[in-house]
């Protein structure tokens, strides 16, 4: 099975930008439908952007939106998850998932086998 990594983490100012990394192993990223979610404490891990096998398609939680950018390096297995113009309401632990049997986007986290361990960001105003 996949195993997921995930960086690029840390601290931001508002308005500002980062961009979070998810390096696969054991599996091709472009073999799986790959996901971002976020989680505060307390709160359900929530949906963040998904890209679809193929790369050819991305979906983005409204929240989201026109600021973040899911894309996929093949050659690097690699997903990334570029974010800007960062808001206070960003700050969450970070996490990428992946699933092989999926082929159109799912929301819920319950509908993805792998996860990565997750990266912190943190937005202070």
């Known amino acids: 099975q996949v195993q997921l990594v995930e960086s690029g983490g840390g601290l931001a100012q508002a308005g500002g930008s980062l961009r979070l990394s998810c390096v696969a192993s054991?599996?091709?990223?472009?073999?799986?439908?790959m996901a971002w979610f976020r989680q505060v404490p307390g709160q359900e891990r929530g949906f963040v952007a998904g890209?679809?096998?193929?790369?050819?398609?991305?979906e983005y939680s409204d929240s989201v939106k026109g600021r973040f950018t899911v894309s996929e390096d093949v050659a690097k297995n690699t997903v990334y998850l570029q974010m800007n113009n960062l808001s206070v309401g960003d700050t969450a632990l970070y996490y990428c998932?992946?699933?092989?049997?999926?082929?159109?986007?799912?929301?819920?986290?319950?509908?993805?086998?792998?996860w990565g361990q997750g990266t912190q960001v943190t937005v202070s105003s």
């Open positions: 998932a992946a699933d092989a049997r999926i082929m159109r986007i799912r929301y819920s986290p319950l509908q993805y086998d792998y």
């Open positions: 054991g599996g091709a990223v472009d073999t799986y439908f």
């Open positions: 890209i679809s096998k193929n790369g050819h398609f991305t």
